[in-house]
């Protein structure tokens, strides 16, 4: 009687390990595609909608206004950890310098790549603030 038992476990045993493997494998097949959504709607000033249609224009998935932890990131490229903060230049913005500069320490400790860029920068140099963050090296690497 115990041996009918022991059977019944291993044959159910079996038919979930196999159930388990095909759902896995299918699972894998479906994540090929990403569904992409057009977020440009999110992007809070003039200066991020320009990043943002130029790296998506790359071909670079780009996620507007993420809350991270305690900090908001105003454009990030989620799939590399990065992210990109834009800051005025102007003497008298030394609180938001502050407080990008906390920001800044908090993701570098998690293992994210933070650039800086001035929305002066953004305004008349567009290509080359776009041609920086392409060629990083997490996305030589892709």
């Given at each position: 009687m115990?041996?009918?038992?022991i059977i019944?476990?291993?044959?159910f045993l079996?038919i979930l390990f196999?159930t388990?493997?095909?759902?896995g494998?299918?699972q894998?097949?479906?994540?090929a595609?990403v569904a992409?959504?057009?977020l440009?709607h999110?992007?809070?000033?003039?200066?991020?909608r320009?990043?943002?249609d130029g790296?998506i224009?790359q071909?670079?998935?780009?996620?507007?206004?993420?809350q991270f932890g305690f900090?908001t990131?105003p454009i990030?490229?989620e799939?590399f950890?990065?992210?990109?903060?834009?800051?005025?230049?102007?003497?008298?913005?030394?609180?938001?310098?502050l407080?990008?500069?906390?920001?800044e320490?908090y993701?570098?400790s998690?293992?994210?790549?933070?650039f800086k860029f001035?929305?002066?920068a953004?305004q008349?140099?567009?290509?080359?603030?776009?041609?920086?963050?392409?060629?990083?090296?997490k996305?030589k690497?892709?």
């Amino acid at each position: 009687m115990n041996l009918k038992y022991i059977i019944i476990e291993y044959v159910f045993l079996a038919i979930l390990f196999l159930t388990l493997v095909i759902v896995g494998l299918r699972q894998k097949r479906m994540s090929a595609i990403v569904a992409v959504k057009n977020l440009r709607h999110m992007c809070k000033s003039e200066e991020e909608r320009m990043l943002y249609d130029g790296l998506i224009n790359q071909g670079i998935y780009v996620t507007p206004s993420i809350q991270f932890g305690f900090c908001t990131i105003p454009i990030a490229l989620e799939q590399f950890k990065i992210a990109i903060f834009l800051y005025p230049k102007r003497r008298t913005a030394v609180f938001k310098h502050l407080s990008l500069r906390h920001k800044e320490f908090y993701l570098r400790s998690i293992g994210w790549k933070v650039f800086k860029f001035s929305e002066d920068a953004i305004q008349h140099n567009l290509d080359y603030t776009i041609h920086v963050v392409v060629k990083d090296e997490k996305l030589k690497k892709v």
